[in-house]
T-cell receptor, first 114, second 112 residues
Framework: DSGVTQTPKHLITATGQRVTLRCSPRSGDLSVYWYQQSLDQGLQFLIQYYNGEERAKGNILERFSAQQFPDLHSELNLSSLELGDSALYFC?????????????FGSGTQLSVL | KNQVEQSPQSLIILEGKNCTLQCNYTVSPFSNLRWYKQDTGRGPVSLTIMTFSENTKSNGRYTATLDADTKQSSLHITASQLSDSASYICVVTTDSWGKLQFGAGTQVVVTP
């Protein structure tokens, strides 16, 4: 167990809908990262938050947004969902800003858009 | 084009045998290189982290090597076990703010 908790584990929804994925980092970790992993694809970095503030942005679509709350948990909001958004979404956390640090990954949320 | 290329794409080995996975990268500047193990449907788990000054690092039966001059790394699995069946991902970190570039992974299947 990595100590990173993601909910829900599975999510099935329809095109055009909006969903929210939740992540609780390991106790004491200030950084939260979101990654998308499509079938047979490598992990794609979406966004990083450090202590409540956005620190880095990757290949995140405008339909997607995220935030990190004062208690350090994070939410990833996906709207106007398309079939191609079906993927495994991982959250990871680290103690500091990330450089050189070990990342701890949650078990992921499997999103299926029908 | 992916800046981190892994080979082979997949590999089947007999239990008890050794295998070596390759990772070539073009990421620059380079900060560190990581190997992760990802079981199906689970999050990746860190195996090793190496900076450019480290040539080798071990974690149990896993040994990673790094040649920063040729921008190549390998992960050697010794005396494979059925539980080694997983995807092994090479990840390179740039110097900027620590952005990670992920390889597509090598799928390893260990058979009895």
């Amino acid at each position: 167990d990595s100590g990173v908790t993601q909910t829900p584990k599975h999510l099935i929804t329809a095109t055009g809908q909006r969903v929210t994925l939740r992540c609780s980092p390991r106790s004491g970790d200030l950084s939260v990262y979101w990654y998308q992993q499509s079938l047979d694809q490598g992990l794609q970095f979406l966004i990083q938050y450090y202590n409540g503030e956005e620190r880095a942005k990757g290949n995140i679509l405008e339909r997607f947004s995220a935030q990190q709350f004062p208690d350090l948990h994070s939410e990833l909001n996906l709207s106007s969902l398309e079939l191609g958004d079906s993927a495994l979404y991982f959250c990871a956390s680290s103690v500091g800003r990330g450089r050189g640090e070990k990342l701890f990954f949650g078990s992921g949320t499997q999103l299926s858009v029908l | 084009k992916n800046q981190v290329e892994q080979s082979p794409q997949s590999l089947i080995i007999l239990e008890g045998k050794n295998c070596t996975l390759q990772c070539n990268y073009t990421v620059s500047p380079f900060s560190n290189l990581r190997w992760y193990k990802q079981d199906t449907g689970r999050g990746p788990v860190s195996l090793t982290i190496m900076t450019f000054s480290e040539n080798t690092k071990s974690n149990g039966r896993y040994t990673a090597t790094l040649d920063a001059d040729t921008k190549q790394s390998s992960l050697h699995i010794t005396a494979s076990q059925l539980s080694d069946s997983a995807s092994y991902i090479c990840v390179v970190t740039t110097d900027s703010w620590g952005k990670l570039q992920f390889g597509a992974g090598t799928q390893v299947v260990v058979t009895p």
